[in-house]
Each structure stands twice: as C-alpha cells, then as structure tokens.
C-alpha cells in the first residue's frame, strides 16, 4: 500500500473517531421520531436531497451527529435537532439506523461506466484515489474504522457533500469535518462537475 493512501485511511479513522458508547438499536426507534419526516422511518430517504441513514456504520453516524451537534459540520436543516441529545441517545439512534437495510437505487447508464472507473480505480493524473480503498468495493464502508457506507444513498446528496468538501478546500463556506489532512477536501477539489456528477450516479446503483 502506497505511503499516501497510508496518509489518507489514516486521517479518516481519526475523522470517523467518535464518544464510544454502546447503543441500543431498540431504545433508538424511539429517539427518531423527529428524524423520520426527512430520513424515512427506516432511515431509507424518499427524497434525494436528504440522506439515507439506513444500514450505515454506527461509528460515522455517531460522529456525524456529534459533528452537526458542536457545529463543526454545519446543516441549517438540522438546527436545533440534536441540541437535546445526550451521548446515549446519539449512540442508540446510531445503533438504531445501523440495524436498518439500506435501499439501492439506479445509475444513469450513461454515467456508468465513467462512475465505476472512478470509483473502483480512481483518476491517476490527478492523484485522486479509488472510493473503494476506503468504502469498499461494494459500497458498504468500513464500520469498525468509520469509513461510511456509500452504496443506494442519493445521487443528488453524493453531489451536494462533494461539492460542499470542494468548497471547503476553496476556502469557501462548506463542510470541513473530514479530518486535519482534510482527505475528503482534497479529493473533491480536484473533481470535475461530470466526475462528481458520474460516480454520485455510480454510487446511488451500488448494491451492498
């Protein structure tokens, strides 16, 4: 394995680092109540603007709610949501979507086979690596290291999180909890809009 994919599976794992603390899938359903009007009761999303949390490693949804929680990842949507939410409760519900099966989309066929190039071999010129080196080939992550799950999320959601890690890298306002050696940032900012939009499409069809 080459010395900056070293570099970048290691920062993730600090990225993905949350309060660890056992949650209970069953005291969870309880806890997202208020979750289930944009995430779906099962955490499968009916709209493509907003993600779907089923089937995804407790590790990252923990820190993702952790992150939106303390401000370091910013969503207006979410203001205010997890603001009453104690360490237990943002490990049950984590428990609770991570016991979920996540739904699988379709690819744009016209998309797919530059999608998959870059998802399964990255783009050499550029330096940017393959997705699956971190969240595997199937699209189902790395739980245990919190690497997150990609396969069936929202083609439409992939866009607007790389483009937001591009802004961030452009020094614009956008999301910037992807680490100190800002892994995710670096990626996107090298991406085009068609490669962004292509493995996005790619992604959406994995199956897990």
Do not use: W
């Not at 790389?162 to 910037?176: H, I, K, S, V």
């Amino acid at each position: 394995m080459n010395k900056p994919l070293l570099v970048m599976i290691a920062s993730l794992m600090f990225a993905g680092s949350a309060v660890a603390l056992e949650g209970d899938a069953a005291a969870g359903k309880s806890k997202t109540a208020a979750c289930a009007a944009c995430h779906g009761a099962d955490g499968n999303s009916s709209a493509p603007t907003f993600p779907s949390l089923a089937g995804q490693g407790e590790r990252y949804l923990a820190k993702q709610i952790h992150d939106i929680k303390s401000g370091a990842r910013p969503v207006p949507m979410m203001a205010g949501q997890t603001d009453h939410l104690s360490d237990q409760d943002i490990a049950d519900i984590a428990a609770f979507y991570a016991s979920k099966t996540a739904n699988t989309g379709q690819a744009d066929p016209a998309l797919v086979e530059k999608g998959a190039a870059i998802y399964r071999g990255g783009i050499a010129d550029r330096n940017i690596p393959a997705c699956a080196a971190c969240h595997s080939p199937t699209g189902h992550g790395m739980a245990a290291a919190g690497f997150p799950a990609l396969a069936g999320q929202h083609a439409d959601y992939t866009i607007a999180q790389l483009n937001a890690f591009r802004a961030a890298a452009d020094g614009r306002e956008g999301r910037a909890n992807d680490g100190e050696a800002q892994t995710m940032r670096s990626i996107a900012f090298k991406m085009s809009d068609s490669e962004i939009e292509a493995v996005a499409s790619f992604i959406q069809g994995l199956h897990k």
